[in-house]
Nanobody, 123 residues
């Protein structure tokens, strides 16, 4: 069992920045962020493979968001910049304990999920 603890969400003005954190209690191989806005489907945001260091981003956040990790802490970060009102959503981290060099953008590839943290961007 892996427990995930997210932090860093909040209210920010458009154009601003936020950093989300996700701390995992156990060993994981791939970590990712997803988000879900009200009345919309869950959307892949970014993923990272611990073994390869490969990162992968959803089209809507490329160039604005950066995923990174602190291996010793088993923690993943999502630095969000140039935020837009359409980035407003509940952001959840997800992990899998199956090894892969390439993070999947499919939610069903991940075994454990955090509780989610709200990000609200106002104009």
């Amino acid at each position: 069992q892996v427990h995930l603890v997210e932090s860093g969400g909040g209210l920010v003005q458009a154009g601003g920045s936020l950093r989300l954190s996700c701390a995992a209690s156990g060993r994981t191989y791939v970590m990712a962020w997803f988000r879900q806005a009200a009345a919309k489907e869950r959307e892949f945001v970014a993923g990272l493979s611990w073994s390869s260091g490969f990162t992968y981003y959803g089209d809507s956040v490329k160039g604005r968001f950066t995923i990174s990790s602190a291996n010793a802490e088993n923690t993943m970060y999502l630095q969000m910049s140039s935020l837009k009102p359409e980035d407003t959503a509940v952001y959840s981290c997800a992990v899998t304990r199956f090894h892969s060099d390439y993070p999947s953008n499919r939610a069903d590839a991940y075994d454990y999920w955090g509780q989610g943290t709200q990000v609200t961007v106002f104009s």
